[in-house]
């Protein structure tokens, strides 16, 4: 790091005055822990990221790599749900390294909501394969609010070979992406199938189940569970557009050889809804994946119901519906297919929300605990 850069940086952040003097005295004791963490490096060689795996997609052929849905469905949805498709929520790509740094540069929209971070919504995450498990490493985000991005994600470390895997934001589109190492060290496809990817999950949902509002893309409790099996999970999550438009429901259909789905749809859907398009949703994805199992999930029984009667109310008569969806499944002879109820499932002491309805980190555990049995005994059926 030059010192030009490091006081640039300085100068920015710190509020109260700095002469000289105090300058160099800071740029001597912090050269080191911060080289490379705020300018970039010279060497660092840049590989574009379509040169390794991408996984989380339903399909492959998208409108774009990190997007969605496929391009013929623009004109069959909604709006919304159409814009809502083009973040890259749920995808992750996968690559190996022996570098002693792992560094990033992306372009998306910038995009901002101010309950959630910045680096849930538009940054990257970075995970690696420490001791048999995936571990966070570290996370992609810079302090300015340009949407071409550059950072050293992950440094410092010894130059051994790792299994990455690094996460896509959840609620922006990211239009480029190029992963980088210092020159002279190794960057290639991964070389360990995991998560295991060729019978993938599906999950369909709401703001919540898209990402809303983890703190980074690896706390989305699609990626927890992801982790939890070590199996791949499709992110077909749409904020405030889990509403089970039929497309969706034939876009799962064409997913090749998936080992569950779980319908999570509660949270955005009106009791009329459900009652018009919740069991052709179901059959159009049972016609295709007739021995595949379901999990019917109920809605979160949200922190703030304890004291807002109206959402208490809302929350009960959805989940009266959905139990009433599931039974009509049932006596259509549908097989296996299982049910999650929202009892226990974010906890009971009001601290698994941001908002009173999108969940914290806290949140996306303790949905992932609760679902997990479920989970696993659908699988292993």
Not at 114 to 122: A, C, F, K, R, S
Not at 337 to 362: P, R
Request: aromatic letters at 10%.
């Amino acid at each position: 790091m030059t010192f030009g850069c490091a006081s640039k940086f300085l100068q920015k952040s710190n509020p109260f005055h700095m002469n000289s003097v105090s300058i160099r005295i800071v740029l001597a004791s912090l050269a080191l822990s911060l080289s490379g963490l705020f300018c970039s490096a010279q060497d660092v060689v840049y590989t574009d990221a379509t040169a390794f795996p991408l996984y989380g997609k339903a399909v492959e052929n998208t409108s774009a790599r990190y997007q969605r849905f496929t391009a013929d469905m623009e004109s069959q949805t909604r709006k919304p749900l159409w814009d809502l498709s083009l973040n890259s929520a749920g995808l992750y790509i996968r690559f190996r390294s022996d570098a002693p740094s792992i560094h990033a540069k992306w372009h998306n929209t910038a995009y901002h909501m101010p309950h959630m971070t910045d680096i849930g919504v538009g940054g990257l995450d970075l995970y690696a394969i420490i001791g048999g498990k995936w571990m966070f490493v570290g996370s992609g985000f810079t302090w300015n609010s340009s949407s071409s991005k550059e950072r050293m994600i992950v440094g410092n470390m010894e130059p051994v070979m790792r299994e990455y895997m690094l996460y896509l934001p959840l609620y922006d589109s990211i239009d480029s992406l190029e992963i980088g190492v210092p020159e002279g060290y190794v960057l290639e496809g991964p070389k360990v199938a995991r998560p295991v990817s060729d019978r993938p999950v599906i999950m369909y949902g709401t703001s919540i189940l898209q990402g809303g509002c983890a703190s980074r893309p690896g706390m989305a409790h699609t990626a927890i569970l992801s982790r939890r099996l070590d199996r791949e999970v499709i992110n077909l999550g749409f904020s405030g557009n889990g509403q089970l438009d039929l497309e969706v429901a034939r876009l799962i259909a064409k997913v090749k050889n998936p080992s569950l789905i779980i319908l999570d749809y509660v949270p955005n859907a009106t009791v009329d809804q459900m009652k018009e398009r919740a069991m052709d949703f179901f059959r159009i994805i049972r016609d295709a994946h007739p021995d595949v199992p379901v999990i019917f999930v109920e809605d979160p029984t949200f922190t703030h119901s304890i004291v807002d009667l109206k959402i208490r109310e809302e929350i009960e008569s959805k989940n009266a519906q959905q139990k009433e969806v599931f039974r009509q499944a049932k006596a259509s002879g549908a097989k296996k297919i299982y049910y999650v109820a929202t009892e226990g499932m974010i906890g009971d002491d009001g601290e698994a929300c941001v908002d009173g309805i999108h969940f914290t980190d806290l949140g996306m555990m303790r949905y992932v605990d609760h679902i997990m049995p479920v989970v696993k005994k659908a699988l292993r059926k």
